[in-house]
Structures are given as structure tokens and as C-alpha cells.
């Protein structure tokens, strides 16, 4: 990969922009390729890379959109819609990497059960929380009886989880859902 400083130069900037880009693509092109990422939780490879970035992003074009119709109302960007297998994940992203490494369990004094389910994409996570500790998490089969339940479709959960307008279900308890706030 080409580094060192951009030229001063706007016509030999972009070819050199160019460079960098084209050195970043071959470097991501192996998902099995060492990387670092800040998360010890996570493989240090470019597809968790990769899987973080294409999150990320997702998320914030949300936001974009949302920005772009002038409103947070779940229902002012009806044509974008996630996949749900790539929703499923991102849910499963937030659960189960990110949320067990948050800092601040000890914020929380919730204690209880949660049932996340991601109905299309026919997939189920239990998180159980106990005071000032991080949640256990847990993918599972079956529905259950818990204190707050999220459910919906996989896109529906995936915007709800990450605290974006959504139309999924909330029942119960709410307040259990305070711990699993998107970061």
C-alpha cells in the first residue's frame, strides 16, 4: 500500500488517492488476512473488518436518509430496506461483540430477561441482565417468557437494537433495554 504524504497538487492528489484505495482493496481482498481492530472481542482479520464497516455504515445511512426526508419517523424512508440475513447479523453484531465489552455495566442496576427475535430471518437471542454486570447473551431456539421481548422483522429489530426508528414490536419491561443501547 502507497502511503506517505498526499501531494499538494489536486491533479497528482487524485492519482495518488487512487493508489490508496487500490493498496486498501488488495490488503482487504483476503477475509482470512490479519488486521487490527480495536475490539479484542473480535477476529483480528479483514472480514470482522469488514463486517464491522458494513454495519457501520449501514447504520449511518439510515441516518442519511432519515436526515434527507427531514424526519426520525420510522415511516419516512419506506424503500430502504435491509436484507434479512444482513439485518439478522447486524443484530447479532451489536448483542453479541459489542455489548459484553461496553465499560459501563456497572451503571445499570436491571436485572432481567430479554427475547430478541428477528421473525424472517428466523433467528432468537437471550439476554439476561444482572445489576452492574454485562449481560449474558445468547442466541437460542425457542421463544420464552421474558421481561421485555423486541420483535419483528429482521430489519425492524436491526434499526430498534441500534436505536434508530423502527416499527418493531416492544413489550414489557423497557427499562431492560436501557443496558443494550447501541454505542
Not at 426520525?72 to 443484530?91: C, H, I, N, Q, R
Amino acid at each position: 500500500m502507497t502511503r506517505g504524504q498526499p501531494p499538494a497538487d489536486w491533479t497528482e492528489l487524485l492519482s495518488w488517492w487512487d493508489e490508496q484505495l487500490q493498496g486498501m482493496l488488495a490488503g482487504l481482498a483476503d477475509p482470512a488476512a490479519p488486521a487490527w481492530l480495536p475490539w479484542t472481542r473480535y477476529e483480528q482479520t479483514t472480514r470482522s473488518w469488514a463486517r464491522r464497516q458494513a454495519h457501520e455504515t449501514a447504520i449511518h445511512r439510515l441516518d442519511a436518509e432519515h436526515a434527507l426526508a427531514g424526519s426520525a419517523e420510522a415511516s419516512a424512508v419506506p424503500s430502504l430496506v435491509f436484507d434479512p440475513e444482513f439485518a439478522a447479523d447486524g443484530v447479532d453484531e451489536l448483542l453479541a461483540w459489542m455489548l459484553p465489552t461496553r465499560a459501563k455495566w456497572d451503571q445499570f442496576d436491571l436485572s432481567g430477561s430479554v427475547l430478541v427475535h428477528a421473525a424472517d430471518a428466523g433467528r432468537m437471542w437471550r439476554v439476561v441482565l444482572h445489576p452492574g454486570q454485562p449481560g449474558t447473551i445468547e442466541p437460542v431456539t425457542a421463544a420464552f417468557e421474558a421481561d421485555v421481548t423486541v420483535a419483528g422483522t429482521a430489519d425492524a429489530v436491526y434499526r430498534r437494537v441500534w436505536g434508530r426508528p423502527s416499527h418493531a414490536s416492544v413489550t414489557g419491561d423497557v427499562r431492560l433495554l436501557e443496558p443494550l443501547a447501541a454505542p
